[in-house]
């Protein structure tokens, strides 16, 4: 079994990825933590070594407790929603776990939602958490 964790070091992707690796030992599963960012122009460089330093500690985590992980930190120029999605049919990704934060609907209309997008676009179940 696969399962990716959306993961932005947030509070609500800290829960999934704790959500995940209780998934994964209950399923022998390996574990995919992902990030999904904008890239392109040298301004963004600092931003994606930090990602990439959360990217390491959720594995370190992962790793103490003896599971299976991989990271990816994607940078394709697609939208995050879209990119994730893509990522999860691509490596035949079995679950995802992302965290959600409250947003008005007027928010989701102006912004858009990345978890909404991979809750509707998902050929997966996909797990949400606060």
Same mark, same amino acid.
């Given at each position: ?39 392109? %122009? ?6 994606? #070594?930090?990602? +990439? /330093?959360?990217? !390491?500690?959720? $594995?370190?985590?992962? =790793?103490?407790?003896?599971? %299976? ?6 940078? #394709?120029?697609? +939208? /995050?929603?879209? !990119?994730?999605? $893509?990522?999860?049919? =691509? ?40």
């Amino acid at each position: 079994m696969k399962i990716m964790v959306c993961y932005d070091n947030s509070k609500s992707a800290q829960e999934a990825l704790k959500l995940s690796l209780q998934h994964a030992k209950q399923f022998e599963a390996k574990v995919y933590l992902v990030t999904s960012m904008v890239g392109g %122009s040298k301004d963004n460089v600092e931003d994606h #070594r930090i990602a +990439e /330093s959360h990217l !390491d500690y959720g $594995k370190s985590l992962a =790793e103490k407790a003896n599971i %299976s992980c991989e990271t990816r930190l994607l940078i #394709r120029g697609l +939208e /995050s929603g879209e !990119d994730l999605v $893509k990522f999860a049919n =691509e490596n035949e990704i079995d679950e995802i776990i992302i965290g959600i934060q409250r947003t008005s609907k007027v928010g989701k209309l102006l912004f858009g939602s990345t978890a909404q997008h991979v809750i509707l676009e998902a050929r997966c179940p996909v797990v949400t958490v606060k």
